[in-house]
């Protein structure tokens, strides 16, 4: 299975983070060497690794890092040093929430040590990201299989973005639910978005897809009105950035077409998320903090291609949010909810 998020020990028992650099796939598989909070926050920001559960476990990962690397001479009680480690590590990108939740369940570890850290201390900061990591494998799993029993026998589904291992702990958010279906026999066919201005369907979702042997055909963003009017689309899987308690998502910009696509020819629209995904704190959408992104990712093809004219104004908002009333579920690894229903899953 591809592993996006890697702990490594060292010889010299120092601990690493080997991020594999999404930014290259799928021409090259590098790995990106994360030994300190610093580090690893610059991978998330700069999209080394990417998609919401991923990036909850890169930050879990970032605390123990940062704990790591503190100097008890350094004349900063180690609470406070912290403090400043998930600081700069929920600075990095404002609205998958799975970030805050895993510096939150991090933070429960760390807090109480106070004034100074035993080696022991990080090691189970380690261990704890370790496991977020592999509680989320579960998760997706538990997702796939309730998700897979949505889709009939045989069925092509259409995909935004990437919500698959590359963007999470392993196995994937609606690609699990797509990789359960094959493995419950079903037959089923993808039609992946490109997913401009950064190219995750392309890139990944293809990438991914392809070496799992899935059927996959690889659309432009604005190709799936027409195949849905051919009747070419019996269902859309897509993750989630956030949901609020209303049963608003947050996903990639273009999500919310797609919804509003699907409503308008009768077919399903599925997000799968897990509950680390929920935000039960924000009533409705509308209150997530969408992300807006650099204008060179919609005047450029990769780094260096300019694909528009110098100077021109651009708006690059890298998620919207899709209102609860296009939803017809999420897919949790609960179980399988109507957006209204996810109030009342509050903890
Ligand atoms: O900007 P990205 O690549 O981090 O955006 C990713 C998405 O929008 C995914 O669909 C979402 O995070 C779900 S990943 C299981």
Redo the contacts with the bound molecule.
């Keep these: 299975m591809i592993d996006a998020v890697r702990w490594v020990r060292t010889p010299e028992n120092r601990h690493e983070v080997h991020v594999l650099d999404q930014r290259l796939l799928p021409l090259r598989t590098e790995f990106v060497v994360c030994s300190d909070h610093l580090e690893m926050a610059s991978s998330i920001r700069d ?1 080394v690794v ?6 909850g476990i890169a930050a879990a990962f970032g605390v123990a890092l940062g704990s790591q690397s503190f100097r008890a001479d350094a004349g900063i009680p180690y609470s406070d040093y912290m403090e400043g480690v998930s600081r700069i590590l929920g600075e990095t ?1 404002p ?2 929430v ?1 970030l805050f939740w895993a510096l939150n369940r991090m933070k429960a570890l760390w807090f109480p040590e106070s004034d100074s850290v035993l080696p022991a201390g990080t090691e189970l900061l380690f261990q704890e990201a370790q496991h977020i990591k592999e509680e989320d494998v579960r998760l997706n799993m538990a997702m796939g299989d309730h998700g897979q029993r949505l889709l009939p026998e045989t069925c092509t589904v259409l995909t ?5 291992a590359l ?2 702990g392993g196995f ?3 690609l699990g639910v797509i990789r359960a279906a094959v493995g419950a026999g079903k037959i089923i066919r993808v039609f992946a978005d490109e997913t401009r201005p ?1 190219l ?1 369907g392309a890139r990944l979702t293809a990438y991914e897809l392809m070496e799992d042997g899935i059927p996959t055909t690889l659309i432009t963003d604005g190709m799936g009105a027409s195949l849905m009017a051919k009747k070419k689309i019996d269902a859309v899987i ?4 956030r949901v609020t308690s209303n049963g608003d998502v947050a ?2 910009i273009g ?1 919310y077409g797609l919804a509003v696509l699907s409503r308008a020819h009768g077919i399903p629209f599925y997000v ?2 897990p509950f680390s ?1 929920i935000d039960f704190s924000l009533s409705s959408g509308d209150r997530i903090p969408i ?1 807006e992104r650099s204008p060179d990712e919609v005047t450029h093809i990769g780094p260096d291609i300019r694909i528009a004219p110098e100077g021109v104004s651009v708006y690059n908002p ?2 919207d949010v899709t209102p609860a009333e296009y939803i017809t579920a999420i897919i949790t690894e609960k179980g399988v909810f109507k957006p209204s229903e996810i109030r009342s899953m509050a903890p």
């Design positions: 999209m990417r998609g919401a559960p991923a990036i990108r609205t998958a799975n935004h973005c990437n919500a698959g963007a999470t994937g958010t609606a950064y995750q897509v993750g989630a950035d996903n990639k999500t799968a998320a995904t992300e890298a998620f």
